[in-house]
């Protein structure tokens, strides 16, 4: 988890110019949480000592989910929460 208080903050994008990589990656690592990030309004932030930590770990490390979901992430889990009641309630008891 990044620290706001004792890590550097430096803007997703700026992590291109330290290492080639493309967009697509840098969604992926946030997406899968193997880059943290922070989110401030509409921007998106990682830290240098995150990139160590995920350097550090490498890919043998588990993906944790990202810390945080867009509102369209949190609006389809709902959907597909209130979708499985509802099969649920469809489908009766499992006896």
């Known amino acids: 988890m990044i620290d706001l208080s004792q890590e550097t903050l430096l803007p997703i994008l700026d992590v291109k110019q330290l290492f080639p990589v493309s967009k697509p990656t840098l969604r992926r690592w946030t997406a899968s949480g193997k880059l943290e990030t922070i989110r401030m309004g ?4 990682t830290s240098r000592e995150a990139l160590q930590r995920m350097a550090r770990h ?3 490390q588990p993906h944790q989910p990202p810390l945080s979901l867009t509102r369209r ?5 709902a ?5 499985h009641e509802e099969l649920a309630e469809l489908m009766g008891p499992d006896d």
Not at 73 to 77: E, H, S
Not at 79 to 83: A, G
């Open 58 to 60: 490498g890919p043998q």
């Open 79 to 83: 959907h597909l929460k209130k979708v």
């Open 42 to 45: 509409s921007r998106v932030f």
């Open 73 to 77: 992430q949190k609006q389809r889990q």
